[in-house]
């Protein structure tokens, strides 16, 4: 293969680019509720392990050369670790939250201001129910856009008016994997090569046939991968960071050309989030 050839598959050369992201720490972290099947109230959260780890994920990635801003924690919102829930922003317009669970309300308000209040504004308030990068990928020229739990059918037609790009719903039938976000990888975001992992359990029949036709090259991952939470990863083209838990997924990224980062989250794991739920990606 020449060094110039490259492909989602087999590229010559995996590259990296710098990212831009929104964390919030998990200052008031604990597990009060249960509004997934990853959510135990009954067990104890260890709240000084779950910070150490959040700070060894922002660690990582500046460590891999990224910006890591960071959104004020607000008290009696334990969920607000996970970020990624809390926007989409692209370089066509921001798109806010509105979650489908009442306890989680809070937090779309603290993330529309801090994004208006940093320039990424203004921030559309939403009618229908969306779950932000949760349920909301951007692959290249593609946005991929979960439902079927969380995120409502209809959400996507309003995202799709907002930002006046297209957008391609999937649907989620295993309420284990919830979010987009747990159940798809976005590998590689450049629209000249865009990549995805994917476990198809995840999705109904119609959806893994428009994943196979959108990305007939994906990594196709397997149960015990999304199991540990594996595909709820963070990449930025070249390092992918992941659970050490997916061992399997690391080796099948490793002959891929991606570089694994594993990086331990057990303990906000509780909550049902990884390395990816904990990340917003800030674009434009």
């Not at 969920?79 to 806010?96: E, K």
């Not at 303990?267 to 990816?276: D, F, M, P, V, Y």
């Given at each position: 293969?020449?060094?110039?050839?490259?492909?989602?598959?087999?590229?010559?050369?995996?590259?990296?680019?710098?990212?831009?992201?929104?964390?919030?720490?998990?200052?008031?972290?604990?597990?009060?509720?249960?509004?997934?099947?990853?959510?135990?109230?009954?067990?104890?959260?260890?709240?000084?392990?779950?910070?150490?780890?959040?700070?060894?994920?922002?660690?990582?990635?500046?460590?891999?050369?990224?910006?890591?801003?960071?959104?004020?924690?607000?008290?009696?919102?334990?969920?607000?670790?996970?970020?990624?829930?809390?926007?989409?922003?692209?370089?066509?317009?921001?798109?806010?939250?509105?979650?489908?669970?009442?306890?989680?309300?809070?937090?779309?308000?603290?993330?529309?201001?801090?994004?208006?209040?940093?320039?990424?504004?203004?921030?559309?308030?939403?009618?229908?129910?969306?779950?932000?990068?949760?349920?909301?990928?951007?692959?290249?020229?593609?946005?991929?856009?979960?439902?079927?739990?969380?995120?409502?059918?209809?959400?996507?037609?309003?995202?799709?008016?907002?930002?006046?790009?297209p957008v391609t719903s999937l649907r989620l039938v295993d309420p284990r994997f919830y979010h987009l976000d747990t159940a798809l990888t976005v590998l590689d975001d450049d629209?000249?090569?865009?990549?995805?992992?994917?476990?198809?359990?995840?999705?109904?029949?119609?959806?893994?046939?428009?994943?196979?036709?959108?990305?007939?090259?994906?990594?196709?991952?397997?149960?015990?991968?999304?199991?540990?939470?594996?595909?709820?990863?963070?990449?930025?083209?070249?390092?992918?960071?992941?659970?050490?838990?997916?061992?399997?997924?690391?080796?099948?990224?490793?002959?891929?050309?991606?570089?694994?980062?594993?990086?331990?989250?057990?303990?906000?794991?509780?909550?049902?989030?990884?390395?990816?739920?904990?990340?917003?990606?800030?674009?434009?």
């Amino acid at each position: 293969m020449s060094t110039s050839t490259r492909d989602s598959a087999h590229p010559a050369e995996r590259l990296a680019g710098p990212r831009r992201y929104l964390m919030c720490a998990p200052e008031h972290f604990t597990v009060s509720y249960e509004i997934n099947p990853w959510m135990d109230a009954a067990a104890p959260v260890d709240a000084s392990r779950a910070l150490e780890q959040w700070q060894e994920l922002r660690a990582t990635f500046e460590r891999l050369g990224h910006q890591v801003h960071v959104v004020p924690a607000a008290p009696g919102l334990p969920d607000m670790v996970y970020a990624a829930n809390g926007a989409l922003v692209t370089p066509q317009g921001s798109v806010g939250v509105r979650f489908a669970h009442p306890e989680r309300a809070g937090e779309a308000e603290a993330y529309a201001r801090w994004l208006e209040e940093h320039g990424l504004g203004p921030v559309h308030r939403p009618v229908h129910v969306n779950e932000g990068e949760g349920d909301l990928l951007v692959v290249g020229e593609h946005l991929l856009a979960g439902h079927g739990f969380r995120t409502d059918l209809a959400a996507h037609r309003e995202v799709e008016e907002v930002l006046g790009r297209p957008v391609t719903s999937l649907r989620l039938v295993d309420p284990r994997f919830y979010h987009l976000d747990t159940a798809l990888t976005v590998l590689d975001d450049d629209p000249e090569h865009p990549d995805v992992a994917y476990f198809p359990g995840a999705f109904d029949e119609e959806s893994q046939r428009v994943l196979a036709g959108l990305f007939p090259h994906a990594l196709r991952t397997d149960a015990a991968t999304a199991q540990v939470l594996g595909m709820n990863a963070v990449s930025d083209g070249k390092h992918v960071v992941l659970s050490p838990r997916a061992q399997r997924y690391a080796e099948q990224l490793a002959q891929r050309g991606y570089v694994p980062v594993p990086v331990d989250l057990s303990e906000l794991l509780r909550g049902g989030g990884g390395a990816k739920c904990c990340t917003l990606v800030l674009r434009g």
